[in-house]
């Protein structure tokens, strides 16, 4: 079946924009995650979601950050009034529910560009 | 509070050499450790998980409760295995995953 799906793939802005970045999970992936991966540094987590809450918001980095989710599947997140230091690919992932081991499948990622 | 420490950034190793990616965690309950990989202009993938004590492409990884550590080995470094290989933990259930900053692994000819 299809992976998990992100677009754009590539987004570049001026500093001062807002951003909407997307992501789509795999059907019946009830978790899903949000990781930033800055240029040489590793997985930097955000916030995931069970269904269509979020437990855990403690990765978001400022109140310049958010996230959604609607119908347990697709999730956005926002970014407003964008930093240079925003710049970073941003990763989901997906996993199912309840599978005490359970690995993420991650998509390719949107690469955000602050100019 | 959990955590992953790889304390390589990178590694380099001569084809046909053992392997070893070290990674050391921390966290207080049962954790769930998991390798994952990214090859080049690929998206990250799952490696293997501790509790399948399975090997993958000839890799291996004992969860060292006594060391608090979950170390990537294989006896003998293909070219191919040339990726980015992080070491991810959950605490299981519902809850997030933490990721290592990664190792970089290159398999010199």
């Known amino acids: 079946g299809a992976g998990v799906s992100q677009s754009p793939s590539n987004k570049v802005t001026e500093k001062g924009k807002d951003v909407e970045l997307r992501c789509d999970p795999i059907s019946g992936h009830t978790a899903l995650y949000w990781y930033r991966q800055r240029l040489g540094q590793g997985l930097e987590f955000l916030i995931y979601f069970q269904g269509n809450s979020a437990p855990d918001k403690s990765g978001l980095p400022s109140d310049r950050f958010s996230a959604e989710r609607t119908g347990e599947s697709v999730s956005t997140l926002t970014i407003q009034r964008t930093q240079q230091e925003d710049s970073a690919v941003y990763l989901c992932?997906?996993?199912?529910?309840?599978?005490?081991?359970?690995?993420?499948?991650f998509g390719n990622g949107t690469r955000l560009t602050v100019t | 509070a959990q955590r992953v420490t790889q304390p390589e950034k990178l590694l380099s190793v001569f084809k046909g050499a053992p392997v070893e990616l070290k990674c050391n965690y921390s966290y207080s309950g049962s954790p769930e450790l998991f390798w994952y990989v990214q090859y080049s202009r690929q998206r990250l993938q799952l490696l293997l998980r501790?509790?399948s004590r399975e090997s993958i492409k000839g890799f291996t990884a004992d969860l060292n409760k006594g060391e608090t550590s979950f170390h990537l080995k294989k006896p003998f470094a293909q070219e191919e295995d040339s990726a980015m290989y992080y070491c991810a933990l959950s605490s299981g259930g519902y809850q997030k995953v933490t990721f290592g900053i990664g190792t970089k692994l290159q398999v010199i000819p």
């Open positions: 992932a997906s996993s199912r529910q309840g599978a005490p081991d359970s690995p993420l499948h």
């Open positions: 501790h509790i």
